[in-house]
């Protein structure tokens, strides 16, 4: 190849080197960064009190945002099936940096730290049962502050039942994206739903990224902290089983007749054989049997604190009613919804006429509080002040305005 030629090419090619390697440099760290983190964030990030309260045999875990002065308005938080109080954690936060308030998120019955003498009885009755004494436990109906009633979807359900059965103790109601309409139409599909997820975990960080890649929470930071209170490690799970087992083998045992001879006979021949199909076959058992690691890894593995595919029974009980049942209600009334198809022909017709105020939350999903947090929090605080329930922190607080 001649100089001149070698010359031309050397002009025309790329320089090679420094710039390919800042390059990589670039598309390592922009790789580096998009790599979401998972971790677990904990409660006291949000909130700065958590409390057991015992009422008749049942343990509720209450989380609650409180400010220096205990006169402040009440924001009571009820969460949806499957959630936990956490669930409200950046909300809380977001509502409280807006408006002088305080925040109060319980866990439901069958949720969360929350433990009862009957798990498996999520009847409306007896959630809204539940949730009329923690109030009345909490607050004193005669000398209290404004109390205003919060629930999503399920929650959202018991906070019009409970809203409805207290009139003179709740002084305002918010409901978060449940309609009874698409509720009830929803239903059908929400076994096949369940059992489309994950039966267990490896990590807490496992189950925020499913959440998170699932699209049920579309927040990173709210799942790290909400998705802790909707798992629990399986060892909590076998501890429960060989309670029950215990009793049970001790009940039997107390009522079991006597074994006859014959009996006695025919279950020594069984044992016989058995153990001649075990000599002949002990290889392949023994590679079948689990060892002591395998169960020990099960153990520290998650699963979900409910089984809400067990709760099937009370689902209809949750909803059917509720849209003439919310409409009933007396105080100021606020329907967040993350679309406004969501709506049936009792609350459009109840919407025309003016007797509650709706907002429509874009680009969220199912669980708008926890997708748009501060958002919502907007929403919730425009609302109050407009009621004057709440006075905002900054005189300059100009709300949003209520339309879809």
């Known amino acids: 190849m001649s100089n001149l030629r070698k010359q031309m090419l050397s002009k025309s090619l790329p320089p090679i080197g420094p710039s390919s390697s800042k390059k990589l440099l670039s598309y390592n760290e922009n790789k580096s960064s998009s790599i979401r983190n998972y971790a677990p964030i904990e409660w006291n990030t949000y909130f700065n009190d958590k409390r057991f309260i015992t009422i008749e045999k049942n343990t509720f875990c209450v989380y609650s945002r409180t400010i220096p002065d205990s006169s402040a308005p009440i924001l009571f938080f009820l969460h949806g099936g499957g959630f936990s109080g956490l669930s409200w954690a950046l909300m809380s936060k977001a509502v409280t940096n807006l408006v002088r308030c305080q925040c109060i998120a319980v866990d439901i019955r069958g ?185 020990s890894n099960e153990i520290n593995k998650y699963t979900w604190r409910i089984d809400l595919s067990k709760t099937e029974k009370f689902w209809k009980g949750w909803f059917s009613g509720l849209s003439k049942l919310f409409l009933s209600c007396e105080c100021p009334k606020l329907l967040l919804l993350a679309g406004v198809d969501r709506l049936d022909r009792d609350l459009t017709v109840g919407q025309m006429q003016g007797k509650f105020q709706m907002h429509v939350v874009p680009k969220s999903g199912h669980a708008v509080h926890e997708d748009a947090p501060e958002q919502v929090a907007d929403c919730i605080a425009s609302f109050l002040v407009r009621h004057k329930l709440v006075q905002p922190n900054d005189d300059s607080f100009q709300g949003t305005l209520p339309g879809c």
């Open 111 to 295: 949720h969360g730290e929350t433990k009862t003498t009957d798990e498996s009885d999520l009847s409306i009755e007896t959630l809204t049962n539940d949730i009329c004494q923690i109030l009345h436990y909490l607050f004193n109906e005669e000398n209290k502050t404004p109390i205003f009633l919060i629930g999503h979807s399920m929650g959202g359900a018991l906070a019009v039942h409970v809203a409805k059965q207290n009139a003179t103790l709740i002084d305002a109601l918010c409901v978060i994206d449940v309609v009874e309409g698409s509720a009830l139409e929803s239903l059908n599909s929400m076994q096949c739903f369940l059992s489309s997820r994950p039966k267990q975990f490896s990590t807490p960080e496992q189950a925020v990224e499913y959440m998170v890649r699932s699209g049920q929470v579309r927040n990173v930071e709210s799942a790290r902290v909400s998705v802790i209170g909707q798992i629990q490690p399986m060892i909590n799970i076998q501890s429960n089983e060989e309670i029950s087992s215990t009793a049970a083998a001790a009940a039997s045992n107390s009522t079991l007749p006597e074994v006859s001879h014959l009996c006695e006979t025919v279950r020594e021949e069984d044992e016989e054989q058995e153990q001649d199909n075990n000599d002949n076959h002990n290889s392949s058992i023994d590679t079948q049997k689990p060892t002591s690691s395998n169960v």
